[in-house]
Every structure is written in structure tokens, then in C-alpha cells.
């Protein structure tokens, strides 16, 4: 028997992510977050198969389904993206994680698409939350962008659950001029 690795989802031998595990995981939900996003694309639903896979991606380090799952996500997306950016981790998960999934998918993406990647968003909630009340702690738990923007950017992230920290992004990144913002995300969670 040749060695092919095992499942990413739940270690049986496979290439990535073997039968069963990608037959366990749904389609995604629609989600609009119109007008920040002009459009979600999404691999599968955030609800058991799909919410064990994203557990073992990001705290137990499976990485090997990210290709098969990098091919569906190229698969959903059209052409004509100038510029990739990852949303950008909170502090809090870079500590629970041993990596960045979002900015791991990014880089996979650039290659697949031909197209740049930038950090180009950064948290402004860091070191004022204490001195601030929740209603303003809202307000301003946002981010903005420190780098250059291109017209047409793909936002990354890997689980879009209300979709307000990609909202937030998209008008970060259109305050800096993006006119079309699209997101790209592993999992959506179901409403
Ligand atoms: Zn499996």
C-alpha cells in the first residue's frame, strides 16, 4: 500500500480529507453582508463535520486538507481580484493558535491566483478597552488600513459567523479606497 498521508479531520488514512469527512461537511449558507461585502464565498457550513475540521485546522495544526479545501475555495472565486488580504488575528488567538490560519489560506490563494498578498488591515482596539465603555468599545473595536489598497480586494478569513469583523474590514478598506470588496472564508456558520 503507498502511504497517502492521513485525514486532516479524523486521522484515518487519506489524501487530505478523506471520503466520509468531506461527504460530513454541508454546503454553506448564503450570507449577505451587502453593501460592506459585495459578495461571501464560502467551502462548506460551520455545523459538525465542517466545525471539527476548522477545530483540527487551527488548534490541532492538520494541515493537509488545506489543499484540497485551497481547490474549492479557487473553484468558487471569479478572476480579476488585484490584491488578497487576510483579516487579521486577534492577539489573543495568534497566543491559541500556533499559527495564522487566514494568513496561512492567503498565501495558498496568492500562489493558486496569481495575485498579491498584503497585510494590509491592523486592529485599532489594541490598549484603550479598559478606559473605554462598551457602547464605545463597539464603536471603535474596528480596524484599519495601513497599506496600500488596490480597486478590487479579496478579504480572507476562515470562519464567518455574524460577519461583523469582515463588515468592519471591508469598510476599513474601502475608506482607503477598495470599490468592490469581496470575502472568501472556509466555513459560514448557519443563522
Ligand atoms: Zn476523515
Redesign the pocket.
Known sequence: MVFVG???????P?RG??????E?LDAPPLLDLAPDLDHVHGVFAYSDGGARLVRMLKFRNRRRALGPLVDALVATLPSGFDLIVPVPASPRHRRERGYDLPELLCRALSRRLDVPMRQALRRTDRGVQHARSRAERLETDGFVAVRGVAPTVLLVDDVATTGATARSCARALRAAGAGTVELCVLAVTPA
Do not use: E, H, V
Not at 492521513?6 to 484515518?12: K, Q, T
Not at 480529507?17 to 468531506?22: A, F, I, N, T, V
Open positions: 492521513r485525514c486532516s479531520s479524523c486521522d484515518r487519506a480529507l478523506c471520503g466520509s469527512c468531506r460530513a
